[in-house]
């Protein structure tokens, strides 16, 4: 059980959320709202029955509700209320900064507007820079299970907001079966715009993945990576360059990629001196928010103060934000630290 002077410690340390999906921030009540709101007929009679069917034993389990439940969105508000919810349990948590996952082929295939997405989305974040105090951008992700063409039509359609609100582009969905390397010329393409480039990589992939990430896409950050410690050689380049890992602990136990929280390799990382970070991936489906994944972690994992500290500087100095805006965030945690 984690003491609650460590835990009040953790929560006054300012974070940044480097990992997360703001799609999967969704929970059942706000899932409801929409619904209603939109006259949609859910396959749930409660909120409870929606908890229940979070049993996943593997990504896939997951994905194929995550993508039901995202069907409730339809208007700008309603990404606006998706995105301005996760900032206030963020802010809660002590959260400063987020970068924040979007994945546009899930509403265009439907027949959602990309501008409707993404102004939902900004309004949000404006809202919660006014009232909460906590930035963002955007980081728009490519689905690994649709072809390369789908892909790169997607990355056309954002041009008007690229380098602007959308500060990057990610890789996600199912893993397994999709490497990096398919999506070779829609990363490059993104590379010579100016954006910054992360893929998910090493989560029930092998760590040839994390390789094609890093020498095909040439990421700036792998999110994940947990298998990348399977390859020795591959563990040290990746501590030798100092290359960012989002970490996502509860996550990684919610779909079965760790048996027990106890087994997690967090603190390996940390001893293997990787540039390792904590966030909450998909929360609502995951059972934890930022907070939850750091005590969680800590407590399974004996993590100390210390240990704590060294998470959330790495969350910084991994972001992609300016080297003047890195250092005001650092300056507030070294205060925040020593009290």
């Known amino acids: 059980m984690t003491d609650p002077a460590f835990a009040d410690f ?3 340390l300012p974070k940044a959320e480097l990992h997360l999906h703001i799609e999967g921030s969704l929970e059942p009540e706000l899932m409801f709202q929409l619904a209603a709101r939109n006259r949609i007929t859910l396959p749930f009679r409660s909120v409870e029955e929606i908890r229940a069917a979070y049993a996943f034993s593997n990504l896939q389990d997951f994905l194929d509700i995550y993508y039901q439940g995202a069907g409730v969105l339809q208007t700008q508000d309603d990404f606006r209320d998706l995105a301005l919810a996760y900032f206030k349990r963020l802010a809660a948590d002590g959260g400063v ?3 924040i996952f979007f994945d546009p082929q899930t509403h265009t295939d439907r027949g959602i507007a990309f501008s409707i997405v993404i102004e939902g989305l900004r309004a949000g974040m404006a809202e919660a820079k006014e009232t909460l105090g906590v930035t963002s951008s955007l980081i728009m992700c490519f689905l690994r299970h649709l072809d390369e063409d789908a892909a790169m039509a997607t990355f056309e359609q954002a041009r008007p907001w690229l380098g602007t609100d959308i500060i990057g582009v990610g890789l996600d969905s199912s893993e397994v079966g999709f490497p990096p390397s398919k999506f070779a010329k829609v990363f490059a393409a993104a590379r010579e715009a100016g954006l910054k480039l992360v893929a998910h ?7 040839a993945y994390v390789y094609e990430a890093l020498d095909v896409l040439h990421v700036d950050r792998i999110d994940h990576g947990n298998r990348a410690l399977e390859d020795e050689a591959l563990t040290k380049r990746l501590a030798d360059q100092a290359t960012t890992l989002t970490v996502c602990p ?3 136990l919610k779909l ?3 048996s027990d929280l106890t087994q997690h390799p967090m603190r390996k990382m940390l001893d293997l001196g990787l540039k390792a970070t904590i966030n909450s991936d998909d929360p609502a489906y995951f059972g934890g928010y930022l907070l939850d994944n750091y005590l ?3 407590d399974a994992l004996n993590l100390t103060r210390d240990d704590m500290v060294t998470l959330v500087r790495n969350s910084f100095t991994g972001s992609f934000l300016s080297d003047s805006e890195k250092a005001d965030y650092l300056a507030r945690l070294d205060q925040a630290s020593d009290q």
């Open 250 to 252: 509860l996550s990684n």
């Open 97 to 99: 900064h987020a970068e």
């Open 296 to 298: 969680a972690t800590a």
């Open 10 to 12: 953790v929560r006054r």
């Open 256 to 258: 079965c990629v760790v």
């Open 201 to 207: 990589a090493g989560e029930e992939g092998p760590p």
